[in-house]
């Protein structure tokens, strides 16, 4: 019987996108507070260059978190800064991001939580997925709220999967994972012994387990489960 819903964040709740050139405009003039001088154009393609080495780390079922991501990019640069300063820099990540969301969560979140725990899972090196929850108002029907940069272990390494289910204080067999990343989400749900439905929003078909084109139909699906 399932007893919890764990969702991805990102393609599953919400579409984010991030202005880096503004997150690097404000962050040249906070660290020359540090004495860190860097061109605007140098920290964004710094900054893209870390988005790709995050993705290598994964393969090891690595995270890093903010402080350890903004220093991976500033070592490009030749430089380093203190927590202080990254957290600020975190902070520009935030304020320069828009999110679209997927459903409407204002329905189906309080539906949901009528039957089921609600938890979020997320690969996310910083806490704008918490953060962007609370402020909508949707943080309260979720009873726990991961980031793999919380244990700086990610999906889809069963491990991650196991402290959720610890949070939520249910079995594997209780609980079912809904993503769109077949890898992270649903082969990493899988492999932990977790149930599995895949948002496939264009229709592809490239996975023959449970699928739901949007989210909205998950009451649904969770009836067949």
Known sequence: MIKAVIFDYGGT??????SWNDVSEKAVECLSLDGIDVKAIDFQNAIMDTVEWRRTIHTEGR?????EFFNH??????????????DELEMYVYEAGETEWLADLDALLPSLSENYKIALLSNAWLEAPRQTLRDKGYGRWFDVMVCS??????????RIFQ????LLEVDASEAVMVGDS????????????LEAIWVDDEGTGEWKGHTVKNISELPEMLKKI
């Open 13 to 18: 709740l919400a579409e984010s996108n991030t």
């Open 63 to 67: 995270e890093a978190d903010s402080h």
């Open 73 to 86: 990019a500033l070592g490009i640069l030749g430089h380093s800064a203190g927590r202080d300063a990254t």
């Open 149 to 158: 940069y919380d244990i700086k272990i990610s999906k889809p390494d069963p």
């Open 163 to 166: 402290h959720t289910l610890n």
């Open 182 to 193: 077949i890898k992270a989400d649903i082969e990493g749900a899988i492999n932990a012994g």
